[in-house]
């Protein structure tokens, strides 16, 4: 689905979609260079708190993607992340939070996989470019993730609700933020999921019997 494809590439867009469909996201700002004056660190710290995450509106596989806790950081971020889109996400950071996978695969009646959980090397603060495309030495994947039956259930309801809120069709991979409470956040939909050796996409379905 070309239009959903499209949608799900501006961060922007899709955020503003899923919080329509009350689906639970994080906070954030967007950054132009006409409004980058009025988007100082204090008042970021004050909007969103002292972690937060700037990102190209439309990248893909966290390219462009940093992790700010000070101005300094977050003046080099922007410069960055202004590299690769006019517009730029701010948003509020997790703490140590779980990341989980989820594939959903078909069209008026979608189905949903087991979940998957990205561990990353505890010196990294994310799942970055590096993990996913350079050296993934370090990375452990979970399959299938273990997680009280009712996040597991809570996850997969949002998962297919941003699917469907976002009109596609065929497969994505949705990725979740979980926080130290247990509190499912969406992190973002990927209507071309990877398909490499160590991508999540086909291994969870292959826990899931498909």
């Known amino acids: ?72 950081e977050y003046e080099k971020a922007l410069d960055d992340a202004f590299k690769y889109d006019y517009k730029i996400l701010v948003e509020q950071g997790i703490a140590n939070p779980q990341e989980i996978e989820i594939s959903i695969l078909g069209n008026e009646h979608p189905i949903a996989s087991k979940l998957g959980a990205v561990r990353v090397p505890k010196d990294d603060p994310f799942y970055d470019y590096e993990n996913k495309f350079v050296d993934a030495s370090g990375v452990v994947f979970e399959l299938p993730v273990k997680l009280p039956q009712y996040l597991v259930d809570e996850i997969t309801d949002m998962a297919l609700k941003a699917y469907k809120a976002l009109g596609m069709k065929g497969m994505a991979r949705i990725d979740f933020l979980v926080d130290s409470n247990n509190v499912p956040y969406l992190g973002e939909p990927n209507t071309l999921p990877g398909f490499t050796n160590i991508s999540l996409y086909p291994q969870m379905w292959e826990v899931s019997g498909i």
Do not use: C
Request: aromatic letters at 6%; proline letters at 4%; charged letters at 25%.
């Open 1 to 72: 689905n070309i239009a959903a494809s499209a949608m799900s590439f501006d961060k922007d867009l899709t955020k503003k979609i899923i919080s329509q469909a009350g689906i639970r996201n994080t906070p954030y700002v967007v950054v132009t260079p006409e409004n980058r004056a009025d988007y100082s660190w204090g008042r970021i710290e004050e909007k969103l708190g002292n972690l937060t995450f700037v990102k190209p509106a439309k990248q893909g596989s966290s390219v462009g993607i940093h992790r700010v806790t000070n101005a300094e």
